[in-house]
């Protein structure tokens, strides 16, 4: 059926994760024919890698592949992304991204701290204090902007 490991991989991976790398695209680039460039890219480039990616780290790989894109092609263009409804979120994105990149690679795609240290090249220890303070970050400030809420 396939022509060969790659062709495999690629396929394979593509029907089960492209609605979701897509979608991560668009919530972060709020536009879809630049979300579907990057889709395209992303996937590009995993055909160049999939070899070092083992098959139960595709997910994450895509997803942080397309983020380092969607963050490169806002940063290139001037943007700057926002986070509807979680303006608290958007400030420590700016203050710390590493903070930032922590928390959500922990609450939105739940990934455990082993994983998101791979990802980013540090230990799990280091990324346990740095979700910790980013938590914490956030609780001050949003308890400063929302004092009632």
Request: with cysteine; net charge positive.
């Amino acid at each position: 059926m396939y022509k060969n490991e790659k062709d495999r991989r690629l396929t394979e991976s593509f029907v089960k994760y492209g609605t979701v790398i897509l979608k991560h695209c668009c919530d972060y680039l709020k536009d879809k024919h630049e979300a579907e460039d990057v889709l395209q890219e992303t996937f590009y480039k995993f055909g160049e890698n999939y070899e070092k990616v083992p098959e139960e780290k595709t997910r994450t790989w895509l997803l942080v592949t397309a983020s380092h894109q969607c963050l490169d092609l806002m940063k290139k263009s001037g943007r700057k992304r926002t986070v509807v409804g979680l303006p608290v979120l958007e400030q420590l994105r700016e203050v710390n991204p590493t903070w930032y990149q922590v928390i959500v690679f922990s609450t939105v795609y739940d990934l455990d701290n082993n994983t998101i240290g791979e990802l980013l090249g540090q230990k799990p220890e280091l990324i346990s204090k740095w979700k910790s303070r980013g938590r914490a970050w956030l609780r001050k400030r949003y308890k400063e902007q929302y004092p009632n809420g």
